[in-house]
């Protein structure tokens, strides 16, 4: 995959950000989930911010989990993403279509509704940390930027887009996220402000040909790219992970399994994979245990 994203500072380090290109990675999920335009675009937009916001740990162990929760036809969706910008996600209705808004774009708020974002951050502790805060328009930028502000108490600028082409792929996809430091100074949010308001959109930037910098540079300035990161759609499932969670589940369990004499197929909803085991392999496992 061609993705990638830049994170880094601007005003002299009163500013913090990143910026991604995420086009390939949610074609990979559109393509792997079946999902009609607005779910691409739902899932696309969770799957770009998971990118960047995996990034923000310490550790390689660290593993951050973005989950929505809504009242709303698309349910939920969950995305999962490490310090290394390897992301994934499912969602639970993959088929929702509704009616374009007014401005002719894809109608993300109302597929998700009304309920809760939530943000699980595995940083190797005995317990996650986990911060929640209510959907405010299901859009996902919105939603994050209150987050930040909410949870975190770090003013911050998201932005999140997918275009789909005529053909229903992935014309383009990206974001980025802005975030102020705690010196940031009155004539900085201003100047940052004054941007914002006048950007348009990050898709139609992208699609116009513009990379992650380019974007960060007219929203910015002067900018300084500390680190460059490729993104892409990787699922950690393997046969030997879904063993072990066979073995976990105890002998008595699997002893069940054995005496109906049929290949068990278990199935891993992020990439769609599936791997069987025979009743000649249950037994094996039953014999380690």
Excluded at 120 to 141: C, F, H, M, N, S
């Amino acid at each position: 995959m061609s993705d990638y994203m830049i994170r880094g500072t601007a005003f002299s380090g009163e500013v913090r950000f990143f910026a991604a290109d995420t086009k390939e990675t949610v074609e990979e999920a559109r393509r792997i989930h079946n999902t009609s335009p607005l779910c691409t675009a739902a899932l696309g937009r969770l799957l770009t911010a998971g990118a960047m916001m995996g990034t923000m740990g310490k550790s390689e162990s660290d593993i951050v989990t973005l989950k929505i929760d809504g009242d709303g036809p698309v349910k939920s969706i969950t995305v999962t993403a490490d310090i290394n910008a390897n992301v994934k996600g499912l969602i639970y209705n993959n088929n929702v279509e509704l009616p374009l808004r007014a401005d002719k774009h894809l109608d993300v708020g109302s597929g998700i509704g009304k309920g809760m974002l939530s943000v699980i951050k595995d940083l190797g502790l005995k317990d996650p940390y986990v911060g929640q805060t209510a959907l405010r328009t299901g859009e996902i930028a919105e939603d994050l930027t209150y987050y930040f502000a909410e949870s975190e108490q770090v003013p911050t600028s998201v932005a999140l887009g997918v275009l789909i082409d005529r053909d229903m792929t992935v014309k383009a996809a990206g974001g980025f996220i802005i975030q102020l430091m705690p010196f940031a100074s009155e004539e900085t949010i201003t100047s940052i402000e004054k941007k914002l308001s006048e950007f348009d959109s990050v898709t139609n930037r992208l699609d116009a040909g513009e990379d992650p910098e380019q974007i960060m540079r007219q929203l910015l300035g002067d900018i300084y790219v500390e680190e460059n990161i490729n993104i892409n759609y990787r699922c950690n499932c393997s046969r030997d992970r879904v063993k072990k969670a066979l073995v976990s589940l105890g002998r008595k369990e699997l002893q069940t399994m054995i005496d109906d004499d049929k290949n068990v197929n278990l199935h891993c909803d992020f990439c769609n994979k599936d791997y069987e085991f025979t009743v000649d392999e249950l037994k094996e496992i039953v014999n380690v245990i």
